[in-house]
């Protein structure tokens, strides 16, 4: 081989067919498949294409604009494990919060804790087609069967669709 104790300076294209590099590079461009087993980069990264990730990836915070797809399941965890659902003109914000083994679904929340404001939280079937259940905030709770509405909470009470069948009143 070649010993060279100095600088190589080269001007031009230069085609070599394995190089081998001890030390720190530094590129402005690469081209081709890159395989390496670390990198560290001081700069901001973009990947115009898909990002494989096998293992374990520690990304401490990851805006998304677009759909995600979980093949499995979504696992947050800490003291008050919440998901929290925000409106584009982030004027109300929903969520859902686990806490003490209490799961609470807040329509329309705002601030902390478990307090919501005047939101609707609906339980339908898929894509909502069928309504089971309506709840209202400051207002009523609405159960239906079959899509038909049967119980309603009023302000002097219930009122209830069809017939009732009580054992004892």
């Known amino acids: ?17 394995n190089v081998s590099i001890a030390g720190v590079v530094t590129a402005t461009t690469f081209k081709g498949a890159i395989e390496a087993t670390s990198a560290s980069f001081s700069s901001n990264i973009d990947a115009n294409g898909d990002l494989d990730v096998d293992g374990h990836t520690n990304l401490d915070n990851v805006s998304i604009a677009g759909i995600s797809t979980f093949s499995d399941q979504l696992l947050i965890t800490n003291n008050t494990p919440r998901l929290k659902f925000i409106e584009s003109d982030n004027s109300t914000a929903s969520r859902i919060i686990m806490s003490a083994g209490v ?12 307090t919501t404001s005047n939101g609707q939280v609906w339980i339908t079937g898929y894509n909502g087609q069928e309504t089971f259940a309506k709840f209202i905030g400051n207002g009523a709770v609405q159960l239906f069967h079959n899509n038909i509405k049967k119980f309603d909470t009023t302000t002097s009470g219930i009122s209830v669709t069809g017939t009732t069948d009580t054992d004892n009143l």
């Open 1 to 17: 081989g070649v010993s060279i104790p100095q600088d190589l300076d080269v001007d031009g294209h230069t085609n070599l067919d």
């Open 103 to 114: 799961c609470y679904i807040q329509a329309g929340a705002f601030g902390s804790g478990e």
